[in-house]
């Protein structure tokens, strides 16, 4: 069962475009929603993360849009870099606990000159 | 945050062999966790590794087959057992703190890649 879908898998943008990645959970008892960014050969990095009770955050040149009603959230990539080339994965964690994170399947970003 | 390092970064091995990952955290953290990456997939949680006691295993992962240790609040191992080719993938070492706030976060290692013959 996947808790947390993410589209598209792949995104293709010109350099200072707007990348949008989508994600949609069905576990209503997620409360915190973080987005991570991986480079080929890395470890995933904390990129940005937001909790329910905003409908947006945003970090520089990243922001998160969050619709609680519709169980949804993006991740906006404005004025796209091709050193933002990366896969993003959304994911979704239920506060306390021994904090078990669900993540989406990824979204490989390419941003092209 | 954490600086984790992994060893070794990367490993060819043969069917039915094992190798034992190893990850080490520059300080000590409440919560050690294992996850698998499949090419090209997403990160699937093996296991949490638990000080002095047996590691907590998701469904699907069992002990005999992923035998973890966590001897102190830095470091822990992953086995991976009688190895196939299904089990070529990146194994993750994650770390955290919980330290009861609402953003307590999860900091991953560099990876492993392992592959199987």
């Known amino acids: 069962q996947q808790q947390v879908k993410q589209s598209p898998q792949s995104l293709i943008v010109q350099k200072g475009g707007i990348s949008i990645i989508n994600c949609a959970y069905e576990n209503t008892a997620f409360d915190y929603f973080p987005w991570y960014q991986q480079f080929p050969g890395k470890g995933p990095a904390l990129l940005i993360a937001?909790?329910?009770?905003?409908s947006e955050k945003k970090e520089g040149r990243f922001t998160i849009s969050f619709n609680k009603s519709a169980k949804q959230f993006s991740l906006h990539i404005m004025d796209s870099q091709p050193g933002d080339s990366a896969t993003y994965f959304c994911a979704a964690r239920v506060s306390g606990g021994y904090q078990k994170v669900t993540f989406g399947i990824g979204t490989k970003l390419q941003v092209i000159p | 945050s954490a600086v984790i390092s992994q060893k070794p970064s990367r490993d060819i091995c043969q069917r039915g062999t094992s190798l034992t990952i190893q990850c080490q955290v520059d300080?000590?953290?409440?919560?050690m966790f294992w996850y698998r990456q499949q090419p090209g997939q997403s990160l699937t949680l093996i296991a949490t590794a638990n000080q002095g006691s047996e590691a907590t295993y998701e469904s699907g992962f069992v002990i005999d087959k992923f035998p973890i240790s966590r001897p102190n609040l830095t470091f822990s191992t992953l086995t991976v057992s009688n190895m196939s080719p299904e089990d070529s993938s990146i194994y993750l070492c994650?770390?955290?703190?919980?330290?009861?706030?609402?953003?307590?976060?999860?900091?991953f290692g560099p990876g492993t890649r392992l592959t199987v013959l």
């Open positions: 994650s770390v955290g703190w919980r330290r009861g706030g609402l953003n307590d976060e999860q900091f």
């Open positions: 937001i909790r329910p009770d905003v």
């Open positions: 300080s000590q953290v409440t919560m």
